[in-house]
């Protein structure tokens, strides 16, 4: 039976360690190394190109060479990993000679320090050892998606905080949310959410957490902004921890940071957890992509609420029919007619491609193609309705071009 390993964590801040290969093992490794804050040295001929560019950005600092006697000098910790066992062997030995753990990536049985399989939620860091490096992975996953989910009851035995935070829910598809954001969502006391956020999630969220329901429709029912700001402030100031849960990014074109503002005066601490727009991922999954090498160079996302015509609007639709990348419309179906007329009269090609997607990344989602001189009328024809994303430009015919389809 092996004897098991003592577990203990490294506070490596401002201390050498020496890291001996570079190649895809020490690529896997130095990310955790580097941001505990050790002073990475590492040895190494040749790198792999991760490996370099965190040398190049100073990150650590590479000596390009082999081993040499006296490179342990100084260190705390060591990692060899290259492909040589007699390299390896000689760093291990003169570690164990020095007294400075050496953990050793072809043989861990003649190792000093196991690399654990990690990973972190919030404040937590799970570490796994084991003899199968696979189960412990395994046994890592499980915990940190317990974590982040909720369905591990550990984030709840900490010490409880007030304060709102503003997660950006991605584009509708609950898998899209970012970790962080379905970690918080897992710990509110309550959730003030919006109509496009992935309101699916709500469903695991237990019986005590309140929720409550902050949509603004287009064109129809809406909880004035004030209210919500209200509700947020109200809420933490009972010392709750609220998570609005807005649909896409909290900062392009929701009202993010008036809530921001709304919190900090009241003296509510708010922090802000970034999502996925839907103006670069719904086209994705429809096959749209904004850019390509050699069709376009820019993207420009553009509100479409307003119409080009009315004087509250603050687009320069000139220049964006002058304009030769990918034009992304956000909120833009009920004035298409409006906009594709405009950019049409500035200049724009009357047969640029245009791609409309629907409730993107969600069950209903469908795409219909036109023209910017047929937009308006196939919009109209196929019934589409909000929430939609509009793609103008050369990348929408871009994917069937190249494919052949």
Not at 50 to 68: C, I, K, N, P, S
Not at 127 to 137: F, N, T
Not at 191 to 196: A, C, K, P
Request: with cysteine; charged share 20%; aromatic share 4%.
């Amino acid at each position: 039976m092996t004897t098991p390993a003592y577990p203990a964590g490294l506070r490596l801040a401002g201390r050498r360690v020496l890291v001996v290969g570079g190649g895809t093992v020490a690529a896997r490794r130095l990310p955790a190394l580097l941001a505990a804050g050790a002073a990475v040295e590492l040895v190494a001929p040749e790198t792999t190109p991760a490996v370099q560019a965190m040398a190049e950005a100073g990150e650590l600092t590479w000596h390009r060479r082999g081993y040499a006697d006296g490179d342990l000098d100084g260190a705390w910790y060591a990692l060899v990993a290259t492909d040589d066992q007699a390299v390896n062997t000689a760093v291990a030995e003169a570690a164990e000679e020095r007294r400075i753990f050496c953990a050793r990536a072809d043989d861990a049985s003649r190792a000093t320090a196991w690399t654990p399989a990690t990973g972190r939620a919030d404040d937590f860091t799970i570490a796994v050892l084991s003899g199968d490096p696979r189960r412990s992975a395994a046994l890592r996953d499980a915990a940190l998606d317990g974590l982040r989910t909720g369905t591990l009851t550990a984030p709840h035995q900490r010490e409880h905080r007030a304060g709102v935070a503003l997660v950006g829910g991605g584009p509708g598809d609950p898998d899209l949310i970012t970790v962080r954001g379905r970690r918080l969502l897992a710990e509110a006391d309550v959730v003030v959410s919006d109509h496009l956020a992935p309101l699916e999630l709500l469903e695991e969220l237990g019986p005590q957490v309140e929720v409550v329901d902050a949509s603004k429709l287009p064109y129809g029912r809406a909880m004035a902004q004030q209210t919500i700001n209200e509700t947020l402030i109200d809420r933490a100031k009972q010392g709750k921890f609220v998570v609005r849960l807005k649909g896409g990014d909290p900062y392009v074109f929701g009202r993010g940071l008036e809530e921001v503002v709304a919190c900090t005066e009241a003296g509510v601490p708010v922090t802000v957890v970034p999502g996925i727009t839907s103006a670069i991922s719904v086209p994705a999954v429809a096959g749209v992509p904004v850019t390509h090498r050699g069709v376009t160079h820019e993207f420009t996302v553009v509100s479409g609420h307003t119409a080009p015509d009315d004087p509250r609007s603050l687009v320069n639709w000139e220049a964006l029919a002058g304009m030769r990348g990918t034009l992304v419309l956000l909120m833009a179906v009920e004035r298409i007619g409006a906009i594709a007329e405009t950019l049409i009269r500035h200049g724009k090609a009357p047969e640029t491609p245009v791609a409309v997607v629907q409730e993107g990344t969600r069950s209903g989602q469908r795409r219909v193609d036109a023209t910017l001189a047929t937009a308006a009328e196939v919009v109209a024809a196929e019934g589409i309705r909000p929430p939609s994303i509009i793609v103008v430009g050369e990348v929408v015919s871009l994917l069937d071009s190249l494919t052949g389809r």
